[in-house]
């Protein structure tokens, strides 16, 4: 068994998932680059390494069974357990998404990536994380997932446009982490939900106010949370998001 940190990122070849990689990375970590795309992968994974990142990459595609337990497989060969499991893959689906009009497939799509995916990954990567002295699940959520926000309730704001597959499925991963927290209470498996914030990428036609590696900090936060760090909880790079 490796005595490296070993961790896992979920869509990790570009944006805001290369930018958690590679702040693990530095760390001095080694970090699996989960994608589904063999080149972009491959590309990714030869930038973390010339920056000086132990990294290799992990064929992951969050919404095929086989290939997450491939995934799961190769990491119990690389390294024995799993530290650290970010589930960053996430889908926008397309756009528009007024309620009153949106082909019911599209939903089913984003779900099918954003909380199914979230679900399947962390479930076969499990038996890893419970390998670990300090394991950590980070499932990077969005503050349009916060119905306090998207009511206007917190502070007079409301976050974001009308997105009724995205934004729910935001909501919906944030129920889904606190069902992991509760059962995964008494355990040492901390899991939180993490907001990057309005990050410049081809998820929103790059028209977010952040770069990705401000985008990544809050992820790389709550990967390295001390034993008696939080678990439930719903974060932003300036504290508690209201659910």
Not at 65 to 75: C, G, Y
Not at 193 to 209: E, I, K, R, S
Request: charge should be negative; hydrophobic fraction near 40%.
């Amino acid at each position: 068994m490796s005595g490296r940190t070993t961790a896992l990122v979920t869509g990790a070849n570009k944006g805001i998932g290369y930018e958690i990689a590679a702040g693990l990375g530095a760390l001095g970590w080694s970090v699996g680059v989960g994608a589904r795309d063999d080149q972009r992968r491959e590309a990714g994974v030869e930038r973390l390494r010339a920056a000086g990142v132990d990294a290799f990459g992990v064929p992951l595609d969050v919404t095929d069974d086989a290939s997450v337990d491939a995934a799961a497989r190769l990491i119990e060969e690389r390294a024995g357990r799993l530290d650290v499991l970010v589930n960053n893959a996430g889908i926008a689906g397309d756009m528009p998404q007024e309620p009153t009009r949106i082909d019911p497939a599209i939903i089913r799509t984003v779900v099918e990536t954003n909380v199914i995916g979230v679900i399947r990954v962390t479930n076969a990567m499990l038996p890893l994380l419970r390998r670990s002295a300090s394991p950590r699940i980070v499932n990077m959520s969005s503050s349009v997932g916060s119905l306090a926000r998207q009511s206007g309730t917190d502070a007079g704001r409301t976050a974001g446009p009308v997105a009724v597959a995205y934004a729910p499925s935001k909501t919906f991963l944030n129920a889904v982490t606190l069902q992991y927290a509760r059962e995964l209470s008494g355990t040492n498996i901390l899991i939180n939900a993490g907001c990057p914030g309005y990050v410049a990428t081809d998820l929103n036609g790059f028209h977010g106010v952040r770069t990705p590696e401000q985008g990544a900090a809050i992820a790389i936060e709550l990967a390295t949370l001390p034993d008696d760090g939080p678990t439930g909880q719903f974060f932003e790079d300036a504290g508690v998001v209201p659910w």
